[in-house]
């Protein structure tokens, strides 16, 4: 294993590829390139890749949410019932953000509030939970948020520090191999 990073072509392995950093528009142009599938997350994209690198069938996950499953639009009200599989929409978003302010966002807890839903929750339901997860202090950041990861990390190392010096610090840190990488 090489302690550079490598190009990425055919000659790659898949232990190879998972031990370095790639943003996700660089791994959708190899999958392109390899003639894979190049939609999704990063998550899923390093596992096709891997997948073909190494000769393996890979089995695409079930969908989440069916295409043909409902979903809300037009006029709104906290009565309205939330329809299972139901997205976090740009309707959705301007209706909360109408309701409760600039603050709103789809941030973890809203998003699996969504996923849970099985058909029996209402706009207020989604609205007063939203309120009963704010001020619970820094949220966890899900593992395909590198970077998020790293910038409060580092923001917790180096309060007040120039936001030149943490992207500094995270080109310093994407360029090293996983197993060199240690707290910030």
């Given at each position: 294993m090489s302690d550079e990073r490598p190009a990425l072509d055919r000659g790659i392995s898949g232990a190879e590829l998972q031990r370095w950093y790639w943003r996700k528009d660089e791994?959708?142009?190899?999958?392109?390139?390899?003639?894979?599938?190049?939609?999704?997350?990063?998550?899923?994209?390093?596992?096709?890749?891997?997948?073909?690198?190494?000769?393996?069938?890979?089995?695409?996950?079930?969908?989440?949410?069916?295409?043909?499953?409902?979903?809300?639009?037009?006029?709104?009200?906290?009565?309205?019932v939330i329809p299972r599989g139901q997205r976090c929409s740009q309707v959705l978003r301007a209706w909360f953000s109408e309701r409760l302010g600039s603050a709103f966002h789809f941030d973890a807890e809203m998003r699996a509030f969504f996923v849970g839903t099985d058909g029996t929750q209402t706009l207020q339901d989604a609205l007063d939970h939203w309120r009963a997860t704010?001020?619970?202090?820094?949220?966890?950041?899900?593992?395909?948020?590198?970077?998020?990861?790293?910038?409060?990390?580092?923001?917790?190392?180096?309060?007040?520090?120039?936001?030149?010096?943490?992207?500094?610090?995270?080109?310093?840190?994407?360029?090293?191999?996983?197993e060199e990488r240690g707290r910030i």
């Open positions: 791994l959708a142009g190899f999958a392109r390139q390899l003639g894979v599938r190049a939609t999704g997350g990063k998550d899923l994209l390093t596992r096709r890749i891997v997948a073909f690198l190494d000769g393996v069938e890979f089995a695409e996950p079930a969908p989440r949410h069916s295409s043909g499953s409902a979903q809300l639009s037009g006029c709104l009200g906290p009565e309205t704010r001020g619970q202090g820094a949220q966890s950041i899900g593992e395909q948020f590198e970077f998020n990861r790293f910038t409060r990390a580092w923001h917790e190392t180096h309060p007040g520090g120039p936001r030149e010096e943490l992207l500094a610090a995270w080109r310093d840190y994407r360029a090293r191999p996983v």
